[in-house]
């Protein structure tokens, strides 16, 4: 039987060469001091790790540049080397690498929802990422639809037809609310990651698929625990049940129903003081949660990509690396742009 170096050998390398392309702390802060995201970005086009698509722009291009081109080029990269990966993807790997589409339909999926709820006032859908024309969806009959039923037939042979078809409206009904659609896109997707993690892997590869899905999971529900008790400190017991996913990994059912009938958010932190995630929310506010979460997560990642033995979460890790330090940057352009503030800490974290 194949070793995992030998199997993934290529991959990592390739993740290796990857990873050393990221933008680091003094990078960032440089981008940050610039005058104009035209300047920011052009910079960008000079740096190897996101030269490729921005290079295909057109420099004096950016000057009405607005935050969906922007995502959209900085996407674009993420596709070009999404897809320079999965080139050394093993064939039986394949179902578990295209978590970054299933991802990309789910967003396309609510945005057309919103778009149908805004109604006369809505904008028009962004482009969609590249990456999402590879999937199940239909992005063309999405952006067009005028109806619940239209939005259903496109997202047909999706992951998340049953539930759209769960939701679906009673004749004349209203449409479902986004949240309630948001949760339960969210559970149809882990539910299908770990259902590959658990069919298809075993071992130590099977192990570090559930521990960095389930610990997700973990945080997610955390931090909707106590987003609804700091600003929806009346929500019912029963209205939590559509809002947490119905998985755990070190945060066991019973921690979650005391988390769920905590009086207030101080009483949640209480709790995990003595749970596994003490060290995550130590000293944390609420509004902090999912900062902390996004540390967490990145940390994981880091060390898989770097120390941990290759295997194809190394390649998903990378992956989300690369997104958060995509969204570092959007965070600078904006900075400079509109004056948001600066999360150098963030940025400090993604560069080291």
Partial sequence: MMGAGMKYGALSAKVHALYGKRLRTEEFARLAGMKSEAEILDALRQHPGWSKALSQCVPGGWKYVGRIEVEQALREELRLEYLSLAHYVPREDRPLMEFRVRIAERTAILNALRRLKVGKYAKGMPPAPRIVLQ??????????????????????GSIYYP?????????????PDYTTAESLLRTAYFAHMFRIARERYSGATQKVLL???????????????????????D?????YLTILFPFHHRLKPELTRQLCAAPDARAVFELLRGSPYRDYFEGVEAMDAEEYYRRALYTFNKHQVLAAPPSIYTAMAYLDLKELEMMVLVNVIESVKYGVPYHAALAELVGS
């Avoid at 078809?165 to 009673?170: K, N, Q």
């Avoid at 929500?235 to 209205?239: A, I, L, R």
């Fill in 235 to 239: 929500t019912s017991q029963e209205e």
């Fill in 135 to 156: 999937g199940k969806v239909d992005y063309k009959a999405l952006r067009e639809c005028t109806s619940y039923d239209q939005l259903l037939s496109a997202a047909k």
């Fill in 163 to 175: 539930v759209l078809l769960h939701l679906r409206p009673e004749p004349g009904g209203t449409l």
């Fill in 211 to 233: 521990q960095a899905m389930g610990g997700q999971v973990d945080l997610l529900n955390i931090i909707h625990i106590l987003r609804l008790k700091t600003y929806f400190p």
